[in-house]
C-alpha cells in the first residue's frame, strides 16, 4: 500500500513515523516548501541569530531513507480522488493508496488594498523568513498588523535588530480575546517596555506603494500614515485549500473531516492546521492551528489507516508561547471572558511578569483551568487535576506538586493559597512539596 | 553598526577598546626583553660540578651576547649545551672508561632531558630589559586593565530586562566560527602549545606574575602558577558574566558560584598556602582519574613522606573516586562534578559558555564520543594499574603486586559485569562501545597476569609503566585536555575535553547512567520542536530528540549544566532528582492516544 502525504510540517510528519512504526507501508512525502521537516515554531531564532536554521530540523537529513520514507520537493496542484492521483505544478502525476492532506495554514490576507505589494509578507512559510531577512537590510521601521502570536513574535524579531516596529492590534489589549484582562495587560506592559510602538484599537486601512511597486507607507485607521518599508501581516492564519477548491472533496473554511479525520471521498484524509472537524468535541473549535494537535491528529490518523480504528480526542486543552521575556502556559479552560458559573483566583506577583491563574466551578468548586505567567507548571499534574475535576481546594493544598521551574527558584504556591484564604475565609495549609517522588506518586508511576 | 548584532552602549566599547589593549599588552610583552645568559642560575640547575666544567668554556657567546628574543637564546642555549654534552660523552667513555652497562654512566652524562628541563629556569633568568624595568605597570596594563574593561563591557547588560539573551550569536563571527572564533581559538592553542611544550618561550609571562606569587607563597612563579592565576581570573570575570546573563535564573547562579568558589579556593588559593606552609599542595577537589599522576611514585612518595597530612590526603583522594563519586552521583547525577566543582568544567561553564552551540550534534559525534571517552578511561585505569604495579614492593608490605594485580582485576571484572546488567535490564543486550572497551580492559589484564606472574616482570602488559605513562600524560594529559579541549572552544564548542576525552567524565557518566536517581524531566506534550535545547547543550545531547517524544533524557553525558532548561521557551525541561529512572525515559509519552492492547514501539 502506498501512503501519500502532502504537508512535511509536524502533523504529515508524525503521521509518517507513527505508520513506519506500525506498518511497512511504503510512504512518501511531499512538500513544496522544504526538503526536510523543519520547525516552524522556531523560525523566529533563526532571524534573531539563536539558532541556524539547520537546527530548526527535529531529525537528521538521513533518518527519512532509514525509515524508508520518500521525500519528494514539488508542488501538488490538483488532488484528483476518482483516479487516486496527485498531479504536480510541472504535470507529473503520482498515484495513492491512502491520501493524507496535511498542508497545514497560510496568512491571512484581508483584501487591504495594497497587501501584495514587496515587502508585504505573512510569517509562515520559510520563504516568509527569507523575505523577511531580505527587506530586513537597512530598514527603516517595519509595521505589524495583527495582535496574535506570530505578531509578537514578529515584533521581537525586527526589534532583535534594531529596527523600529510599529505595532497595529484591532483590540483595546493585546491579545484578549484569547488571554483574561490581567493577562493581557501584563502582556501589553511587556511590549511597550520593549519600546515597540504599540498602537491599540487601531487597524490598518490601506498600504501605498512606490512607483517600483515597493511598499511606502501603511494607513492605519487612526488616520495616521506611517511611513515604512515592511508590513507585517499577522491577523491570523486558515487553511491553505485553494489547491482543492475543485476537486470533490468538502470544503469548509478547512477540509471536513468526522472524528476518524477522514475526508467525504474515500481514502483520503486531512489533518493539522488544514482540518476542520464536523463535529467538534465540547468546548473545542473546529478547527486549531496549533503545533500539539497537528501532532495528535498525526497519530490518530496513523492508527486509522493502519487498521485501529480510533476517534480523534485532543484530550484536555494546553498550549503554550513566550511573550518576549514572558512566558505562558495554560491548560483546561480560562477563557478571555469569565463566564457566569466560573470563579477566578488570580495572582500576579509584585513585578508583575509573573501570575498564576486558577479557575474553579462556582458551586461545586472544581478545577476548571490553570493560566501561567512567568511560571512553569507540570503538564501531566494539571491534566489529572482537570480530568479528576478535583476541588480547588484540594489542588491549591497540593499546588507544589504542579511547579515545574527550575531548581532553586522562588516558588509561588504558598503566596496563591494565602490569596485563596484571605479571599474566602479559609485557613487551608500547603501540605506537599514539589519534590519528583511525591509527582510521580500522585501521577500512580511511583 | 551592524542590524545583526547586539546595541552596545558608549561604556561597553570603552570595555571592549580598554580589553583589547590589555590583551594587546600583554601579547606585546612576551617580546619586551632581550636575552642574556644568568651564568649562576645555569650552574645551580646544572648542579654538578663535573658537568659546569665542560659546560662554562661554551658559555663565552651566551653569557656575553644579548639576544633579541627567546628563539634566538634558546638555540644558542641549545648549541652550547649540545656541544658540552658531547665533550662529556666523551669525556665518560674515553677518560673515565665507563660504558652504558655501568650505573655510573648514566649518573654522570648530560642527559637531553636536563637539558630541557633547565630551559625554563635560565631563560627566565636571562629575560632582561624593560619586562623587568616595567614589570609592574605592565602587569597592571595587561591584567588589571583586562579585568577592568572586561566589566566595563558585561556589567552595563544589567541594565537590560533580564531572560535568554541570545540574540546574534549565529551573526557573530566571534561564536560562530567566523574570523574572529577562528583568531581567538587559534591563540588559545598557541598558549597552550607554549605552556606545555614550551614554557621556555613564555617567561617574560611568568615574570609578570612574580610579586604575586611571592605574595601568596613565598616563591618564585612558574609557568604553572601563571597558568593557575590566568584561569581563576578567566572563571571569575566570565563567571560574573554568566550570572549576570542568567541572573533570572537562581539555578546558574548558584552553580556558577559554587564553580568560582572552587576554582578560587580549592584549585588556586589553598595549594598555594599549603605550598607556604611547606605542606603538599593538593587540589582537594580534583580526583583520579581526571588527576591522572595521582599515584605516580613521586607524588606518592610525597604523601607518603608528609606524615598525618599526607596520609589524609591519600585517604582523601582515594575516597572521592571509590565513595564520593557513586555515592554522590546516585543522589545527584554527574552534575555535582562537572557542572558545581571541576575546574575543567567550572572554565567550560564561563569562559567557555559563548560557545557552547558549536558542539556537534549529529548521532555520528555521539558514536565517536562514546567510543573514545571509554577508551581513555581504559587507557587511564591500564597505565595507572601499570605504574603502581611497578611501583609496588614484591612483597613485605600490606599492599604487594601480588595482591595489588589481584583485587584490581577482581574489581575490575566485577564493574564490567554489572554494567553489562545493567545495561541489558534497561537496553537489551549491549552493542555500544564499552561492549569493546570492556572487553580490551579484560583482555588486557588476562595478557598483564600472563606476564606478571608466569614471566615474573616487574612491567603489566609488556609494557613499561614509565613509557605508558609518559604517553598518556602527553597525549591525554596536555595535548587533549589543554591545547585541543580549551584551545578548540571556538571551533568545537566548550566541553571537547569532557566530551570525547575526560576519563573522569567517563567513569562518572557510567554511574550516572545506570544508578543514578538523576534525570532531565520532560513536560508532557509540551514540546514545540524548536531545538533551542539541543542547540545550546554543550555536551552534543540532542535534547529535543527525547523532548519531542515526551521521554525523560538520561544521558551519561549529561553535565546537568541546566541551559538546555533555561532557554527552552516552552518550560518543557526540568533538572530533577527523584525515585530511580523508570520507563519514563524510553516510553514515547507525547502520545495522547490510550489504546488497549496497542503497545508502542520504538
Ligand atoms: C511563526 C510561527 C510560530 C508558531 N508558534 C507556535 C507555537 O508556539 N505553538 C503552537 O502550538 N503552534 C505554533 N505555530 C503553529 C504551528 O506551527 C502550526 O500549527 C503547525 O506547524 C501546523 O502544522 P501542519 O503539519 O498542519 O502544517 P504545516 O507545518 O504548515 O505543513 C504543511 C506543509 O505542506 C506544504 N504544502 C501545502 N500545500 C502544498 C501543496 N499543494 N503541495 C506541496 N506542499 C504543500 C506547505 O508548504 C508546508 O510545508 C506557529 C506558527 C508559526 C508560523
Ligand atoms: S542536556 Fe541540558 S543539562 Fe545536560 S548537558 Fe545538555 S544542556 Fe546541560
Ligand atoms: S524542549 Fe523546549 S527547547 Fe527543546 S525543542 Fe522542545 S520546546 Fe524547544
Sequence with gaps: ???????????????????????????????????????????????????????????????????????????????????????????????????????????????????????????????????????????????????????????????????????????????????????????????????????????????????????????????????????????????????????????????????????????????????????????????????????????????????????????????????????????????????????????????GKKSIRLNYHKEDGHILGFNLMGVRFRHEVCEKWLAEKTPIETVLQDLKLANFDPEFYRQYEDDVLALYNNMTGSTLHSRQKRKLASVLNFLGRA | ????????????????????????????????????????????????????????????????????????????????????????????????????????????????????????????????????????????????????????????????????????????????????????????????????????????????VDPISTFLNGGAASQWFLYGFLYTICILVMGVRMIVKYRHNKYQIIRTGSVMFFQTSFAFLIPEIMALLNKPAVDLKNMWPLDYSFFFDYRLDKLTESGGLGLFLLFWGIALFTIGVPFITYFFGKRWYCSWVCGCGGLAETLGDPYRQLSDKRMKAWKIERWMIHSVLVFAVVMTIAVLYSYLPESGSLITKDRFIWTALALLIGATVWIFQQYKKKNGMPKTAFYVAAAVSVALFVIALLNGIVFSSSNVLYLDAYQLRSWYGFGIGAAFSGVVGVGFYPFMGNRVWCRFGCPLAAYLGLVQRFKSRFRITTNGGQCISCGNCSTYCEMGIDVRAYAQRGQDIVRSSCVGCGVCSAVCPRGVLRLENGPEVDERATEERAIHIDLEGVRLLD
Design chain 1, 1 to 351: 500500500m502506498h501512503i501519500l502525504i502532502i504537508g512535511n510540517g509536524i502533523s504529515g510528519v508524525t503521521a509518517a513515523r507513527q505508520i513506519r512504526k506500525l506498518s511497512d507501508h511504503e510512504i512518501t512525502i511531499i512538500s513544496g516548501e522544504a526538503d526536510h521537516f523543519f520547525s516552524r515554531t522556531a523560525l523566529m531564532y533563526v532571524f534573531m541569530g539563536h539558532m541556524r536554521f539547520e537546527d530548526t530540523k527535529p531529525y537528521e537529513d538521513d533518518f527519512w531513507a532509514k525509515n524508508r520514507i520518500n521525500l519528494v520537493n514539488n508542488y501538488v496542484d490538483e488532488v484528483i480522488p476518482g483516479q487516486k492521483q496527485v498531479r504536480f505544478q510541472d504535470g507529473t502525476t503520482l498515484e495513492y493508496d491512502k491520501l493524507i492532506l496535511a498542508v497545514g495554514s497560510k496568512s491571512n490576507k484581508f483584501g487591504w488594498p495594497g497587501q501584495d505589494l514587496d515587502g508585504v509578507h505573512g510569517l509562515y512559510h520559510k520563504q516568509d523568513l527569507e523575505a523577511m531577512e531580505r527587506h530586513s537590510e537597512g530598514l527603516k521601521k517595519a509595521v505589524i498588523v495583527g495582535g496574535g502570536l506570530i505578531g509578537i513574535e514578529m515584533a521581537e524579531m525586527f526589534h532583535s535588530r534594531h529596527i523600529p516596529v510599529t505595532f497595529l492590534v484591532r483590540e483595546d489589549s493585546f491579545w484578549n480575546m484569547v488571554l483574561p484582562p490581567e493577562e493581557s495587560q501584563m502582556v501589553t506592559r511587556e511590549i511597550l517596555e520593549n519600546g515597540i510602538d504599540l498602537r491599540l484599537s487601531t487597524e490598518l486601512k490601506e498600504i501605498w506603494g512606490e512607483r517600483s511597486g515597493k511598499v511606502k507607507m501603511a494607513l492605519a485607521s487612526d488616520g495616521d500614515k506611517i511611513e515604512c518599508g515592511f508590513v507585517g501581516l499577522t491577523a491570523g492564519v486558515s487553511p491553505n485549500i485553494d489547491f482543492l477548491r475543485f476537486s470533490d472533496i468538502d470544503i469548509d473554511r478547512g477540509i471536513l473531516v468526522n472524528q476518524k479525520l477522514q475526508t467525504n471521498q474515500p481514502d483520503i484524509y486531512a489533518i493539522g492546521d488544514c482540518a476542520q472537524l464536523r463535529s467538534p468535541q465540547k468546548d473545542r473549535r473546529p478547527i486549531e492551528a496549533i503545533w500539539y494537535t497537528g501532532r495528535m491528529m498525526g497519530e490518530t490518523v496513523a492508527y486509522n489507516i493502519c487498521g485501529h480504528e480510533i476517534n480523534y480526542d485532543p484530550g484536555i486543552w494546553f498550549n503554550s508561547a513566550k511573550f518576549f521575556d514572558i512566558e505562558y502556559q495554560v491548560y483546561g479552560d480560562v477563557p478571555a471572558m469569565l463566564p457566569e458559573n466560573y470563579n477566578t483566583l488570580y495572582w500576579e506577583h509584585p513585578g
Design chain 2, 1 to 208: 553598526m551592524s542590524a545583526k548584532s547586539n546595541r552596545k552602549n558608549p561604556i561597553q566599547i570603552l570595555g571592549i577598546i580598554l580589553f583589547s589593549a590589555a590583551l594587546i599588552t600583554f601579547t606585546v610583552a612576551l617580546g619586551m626583553s632581550g636575552f642574556k645568559l644568568d651564568k649562576e642560575v645555569l650552574k645551580a640547575q646544572v648542579n654538578n660540578e663535573y658537568q659546569y666544567n665542560f659546560i662554562e668554556p661554551y658559555l663565552d657567546n651566551l653569557g656575553s651576547t644579548e639576544y633579541p628574543n627567546s628563539f634566538k637564546f634558546m638555540a644558542a642555549y641549545a648549541e652550547s649545551l649540545h656541544s658540552a654534552q658531547a665533550d662529556i660523552l666523551k669525556d665518560v667513555e674515553t677518560n673515565l672508561g665507563l660504558t652504558t652497562s655501568d650505573g655510573e654512566y648514566w649518573n654522570t652524562i648530560l642527559k637531553d632531558d636536563k637539558i630541557k628541563s633547565m630551559k625554563f629556569a635560565v631563560a627566565k633568568a636571562s629575560s632582561i630589559g624593560p619586562i623587568r624595568e616595567h614589570r609592574n605597570t605592565l602587569a597592571w596594563l595587561s591584567f588589571g586593565l583586562g579585568i577592568l574593561g572586561a566589566f566595563l563591557y558585561i556589567l552595563p547588560k544589567l541594565r537590560e530586562s533580564s531572560g535568554i539573551k541570545n540574540n546574534h550569536i549565529y551573526h557573530s563571527p566571534l561564536h560562530s566560527k567566523g574570523w574572529l572564533g577562528i583568531t581567538v581559538g587559534i591563540y588559545l592553542v598557541g598558549f597552550y602549545v607554549l605552556l606545555y611544550f614550551f614554557p621556555e618561550h613564555m617567561v617574560n609571562w611568568v615574570l609578570l
